[in-house]
Structures are given as C-alpha cells and as structure tokens.
C-alpha cells in the first residue's frame, strides 16, 4: 500500500505509514481501519492527565521507600551542609524506577502506563503495533530532552499533526486513542 502523504510502499498489514507515520487508508468495508483524524491521537491534555497519575503512582511508593530506608535523604538541608551519603544512590534507584516502568510498560503487551490505560491511550509504532523494549527505552529518555527545551518537546503535542511530542518523533511513536489499537 503507498502512502498518500509521502509515497512510500508500506506492507499491506501496515496502518502507518514506515516513512512518514501518516495513517494509511483502510480497506473497503474495514471496521478497524487506522485513524484518520487527530482525534485518534492523545492529544495535549490527556497526556498530561496521563503522566500526572503516573507520577503519583510511581512517586509516591518511591517517596515512602526512600523515607522509611533512609529519611536523611530527604531532610531539607542549606547550600552548606554536607550531602547524606545515600542521596546519590536514591537518585540511581529512582531513575533506573523510573526507566523500567515507563519502558517496561510502553512496551508490555498493555502497551500504556498504568496512567495512561486510565485515559485510553496506547504507544504505537508506525504501523499500530506495540515497540521494543529497546525503542520504549529511547523514548524514555528522549523525555529528557523534551523537558530541555523549556518543555517545547512536550508542548510540541498541541501543535502537531499526529500529535506527537519531541520524544515521539525520535523514537518513531505514536500515541493513540485505545479504540484504534487492535
């Protein structure tokens, strides 16, 4: 199947485009066709809606771990103070968390955080299908430079055609309205 938008020559199982992510028409009499509008797309806010119950249901385990282990981690302390010892290492703890959750999930058969199953929303590829490990991790971390830029990469989503964030287009992922996944 080529698609409309650049030309490319997709397989016919394809329901976005391997070039240019673009969905691709849906066969006549198809139910389950790939999106057509933007609204099949997670738009701006319910990403964000997303992302916040993800932070509390990561962040608030973590918080609680990290003070009943170590409180002195989390004591507030002024600009001459010495650092705790294990501070360093709750961040490690807390970052690699971090990664194997949001990876692990975008790339689980749920294909979502937790948070992001709660809104009805799915990470895709191109073609509709659920990512690598390897590819959720880029992801993972191009949130990073996302969050650079002034947070642009992530306000990107409200300007874009299929709504996709900085962290989207590096890692070639789409993020869609659960209807549209099969």
């Known amino acids: ?74 004591a507030a302390r002024g600009p001459d103070d010495p650092v705790p010892p294990g501070e360093a290492a709750w961040f490690l703890v807390n970052v690699v968390v971090a990664w194997l959750y949001w990876a692990g999930m975008h790339s689980s058969q749920y294909q979502a955080t937790l948070g992001k199953m709660v809104f009805g929303l799915r990470v895709v590829d191109f073609q509709g299908e659920r990512i690598s490990f390897l590819r959720a991790t880029g992801r993972h971390f191009a949130t990073i430079l996302s969050g650079l830029i002034l947070m642009i990469g992530y306000i990107m989503v409200a300007f874009t055609k299929r709504r996709q964030a900085l962290h989207d287009l590096i890692a070639q992922t789409l993020v869609v309205r659960k209807e549209w996944v099969r």
């Open 1 to 74: 199947m080529d698609c409309g938008q650049c030309g490319k020559q997709n397989p016919p199982e394809a329901r976005f485009c391997i070039q240019c992510g673009a969905p691709l028409a849906a066969g006549v009499g198809s139910d389950d066709g790939p999106p057509e509008a933007r609204a099949a797309y997670g738009g701006f806010w319910v990403r964000v809606g997303a992302y916040l119950l993800d932070a509390v249901i990561i962040g608030v385990p973590q918080i609680v771990a990290q003070a009943l282990i170590s409180p002195e981690t989390l």
